[in-house]
């Protein structure tokens, strides 16, 4: 129990297209999922807080308007990078609390590579 | 503020060593969750534990024991006779329960490499 998926697994996108990815809870619902992005040998850090039903909430320096977040159902949410650069490849996770466990638990998906040419 | 530490960046150790991964964590509030995941070269984070503030008992599990002391901040992590496959990049992390958010703030990392 309590899968994450994240789809596509690695994407290669030239500069200026926006790419989409997606974050599935497969066997748990999710009102909360969480995006990390982490750049070669660094830690994760957070990028924002996905609601389901609501607007997300981003953490302090994370453009909101480039990296838009939609929590649509509570199995689902996607982070649109739009007009990707180079700068903004990177290893995207996310993560996803289960509504019926504890508020401390996150579930993490297995990530996406980006690489924008 | 809350913060997460993990002072050793590498670690290199020889199969069947015993090896300790550092974690002192800062945070204002009482009630708090700590953890630690490793991260495979592939990517993908596995969760190994999970303790609450409340519960300073150490816990053993195979060859993972963990260390948890609050009058120290610290929350170490220790493998017992390692093996080649521990090879990975390991990250503590807290949060707090106060906020409810969930959020979780991750120590820099450290990285294990095991020798045969």
């Known amino acids: 129990g309590a899968v994450v998926s994240q789809h596509p697994s690695w994407v290669i996108c030239k500069s200026g297209t926006s790419v989409k990815i997606e974050c599935r809870s497969l066997?748990?619902?999710?009102?909360?999922m969480f995006w990390y992005r982490q750049f070669p040998k660094q830690s994760l850090m957070l990028m924002a807080t996905s609601n389901e039903g609501s607007k997300a909430t981003y953490e302090q320096g994370v453009e909101k308007d480039k990296f838009l977040i939609n929590h649509a159902s509570l199995t689902l949410s996607t982070l649109t990078v739009t007009s990707a650069h180079p700068e903004d490849s990177s290893f995207y996770i996310c993560?996803?609390?289960?509504?019926?466990?504890?508020?401390?638990?996150?579930?993490f998906g297995p990530g996406t590579r980006l690489t924008v040419l | 503020a809350q913060k997460v530490t993990q002072a050793q960046t590498e670690i290199s150790v020889v199969e069947k060593e015993d090896v300790t991964l550092d974690c002192v964590y800062e945070t204002r509030d009482t009630t708090y969750y700590l953890f630690w995941y490793k991260q495979p070269p592939s990517g993908e984070l596995v969760f190994l534990i999970r303790r609450n503030s409340f519960d300073e008992q150490n816990e053993i599990s195979g060859r993972y024991s963990w260390n948890f002391q609050k009058s120290t901040s610290s929350f170490n992590f220790t493998i017992t006779a390692s093996q080649v496959v521990d090879s990975a990049v390991y990250f503590c992390a807290l949060s707090e329960a106060r906020s409810n958010t969930g959020k979780l703030i991750f120590g820099q990392g450290t990285t294990l490499q095991v020798k045969p």
């Open positions: 993560s996803a609390r289960d509504d019926r466990g504890r508020g401390d638990e996150q579930f």
């Open positions: 066997d748990f619902q999710a009102t909360t």
